[in-house]
């Protein structure tokens, strides 16, 4: 369907226009010491944008597209203002589309379903109708009332309880007993939940410590995780190791950093102020000149996850942070754009008509008919839209081949 508008809303789309984000390109790395934290993360995520899969999704280690890694570019991308809705690939596959399509198949672990309720809470969606499938009682259903965890994964737990916190449903008492009894004695706490000492690692405690804090728990457990996590310090550079047999030899690592400093945002810490340096500069040393992060320096290649996972960290958003103010997607979707190949590009708009839009548009009356593009193709209410200065067009792929396509 093609509904046709006056020119008032051209006239507000085209004032949205203004409020382009500025993106900065890839960093050297002797600038990375002086650059703020914006101007890093607006460079992480130039970068990211180029490694959308056709399909919308992202992959951190080569081959397909995998859920888990593409929440964790939303949430890179809601912490900056973007709408996930507005990343589109070459093939005009948008990554909340993506996360969509394996709703379904991610439902049944109740760790990964509780990644999709973060990563649609963040883009202001109900994940609780996703297609058809409710991913919060997905992760309500996989509850083990014997080791009170949501799965059987204990870092998914953690997870779980983050995703249900994000969505006002109460944290059971048990659900919370079982973070506080998997606490080592260092303060610490491991991924498979064991309290046993020297098994507990950076980043289960991180997620541990805000699954603690958003279900408003025992203050002692967080600020022994906390103390536990500047005890990985590394004095050369400030960054956070993997665990305690990492400290020194070979250091820390950008994911371990990034969590940390989200730990420390939750709990209401400065992570600035730590004795053996500010975690942010510690962060800022694995950024590449690409604007990418590495993993750490033993492997310097540019890292997708780790990239995905500075930025909030960045940004100083801790879980389960709010959704993007008022959730409209169309504010991002109507900033200036670069050409993209297989399009047409109308520089007066600076906007792109593609594919199924781009065939209806020619072949119905063109500019005469719906005038210019005032957005780019954005995903509103699970369908692709586009509007145009005299219509809006919405996609229904399940009239595809057919005249009802658009």
């Not at 600038?31 to 130039?46: F, I, R």
């Not at 202001?124 to 083990?144: C, H, K, M, Y």
Request: proline residues 5%; charged residues 15%.
């Amino acid at each position: 369907m093609v509904n046709r508008h006056g020119r008032s809303l051209s006239v507000v789309l085209l004032l949205i226009m203004v409020l382009a984000l500025s993106v900065t390109p890839g960093l050297t790395q002797q600038a990375q010491a002086a650059v703020p934290q914006p101007v890093a993360a607006n460079a992480a995520l130039d970068w990211l944008r180029t490694q959308q899969q056709l399909d919308g999704g992202f992959s951190a280690f080569g081959g397909g597209s995998d859920a888990s890694v593409s929440a964790d570019v939303a949430y890179a991308l809601a912490a900056a203002g973007i709408h996930p809705s507005t990343i589109r690939s070459a093939a005009d596959a948008s990554l909340l589309g993506y996360l969509r399509s394996v709703a379904a198949q991610e439902a049944a672990n109740p760790g990964r379903a509780a990644k999709l309720v973060l990563a649609f809470h963040v883009a202001g969606e109900n994940p609780r109708a996703i297609d058809g499938v409710d991913l919060v009682s997905a992760i309500e259903q996989g509850f083990n009332i014997e080791t009170g965890w949501y799965g059987t994964s204990f870092f998914g737990h953690t997870l779980a309880v983050l995703a249900l916190d994000s969505q006002g449903v109460p944290i059971s008492d048990e659900a919370i007993d079982a973070i506080l009894i998997a606490q080592t004695p260092e303060g610490s706490w491991g991924f498979n939940g064991e309290p046993i000492a020297g098994t507990g690692d950076s980043n289960t405690t991180a997620m541990a410590i805000q699954a603690l804090v958003a279900a408003d728990a025992d203050r002692g457990a967080i600020d022994g995780g906390l103390e536990y996590l500047a005890s990985l310090q590394n004095a050369e550079d400030g960054s956070i190791s993997y665990d305690a047999f990492s400290v020194g030899d070979p250091g820390g690592d950008a994911n371990s950093t990034a969590l940390a400093i989200q730990a420390f945002v939750a709990a209401g810490n400065d992570p600035s102020t730590l004795p053996l340096g500010d975690l942010l500069a510690g962060l800022l040393i694995f950024q590449n000149e690409s604007g990418a992060f590495q993993f750490q320096p033993a492997f310097p290649d540019d890292s997708l996850l780790a990239t995905a996972q500075a930025v909030p960290a960045l940004l100083l958003k801790a879980f389960p942070y709010d959704s993007l103010p008022n959730a409209n997607p169309l504010l991002a979707a109507a900033e200036p754009a670069a050409p993209v190949d297989g399009c047409v590009y109308y520089g007066v708009t600076q906007h792109n008509v593609c594919t199924t839009f781009a065939t209806y548009w020619e072949t119905h009356g063109g500019l005469a008919i719906f005038g210019y593009p005032l957005t780019e193709v954005v995903e509103v209410g699970g369908r692709d839209v586009q509007y145009f200065e005299r219509a809006i067009f919405e996609r229904h792929p399940e009239n595809a081949g057919t005249e009802y396509e658009v």
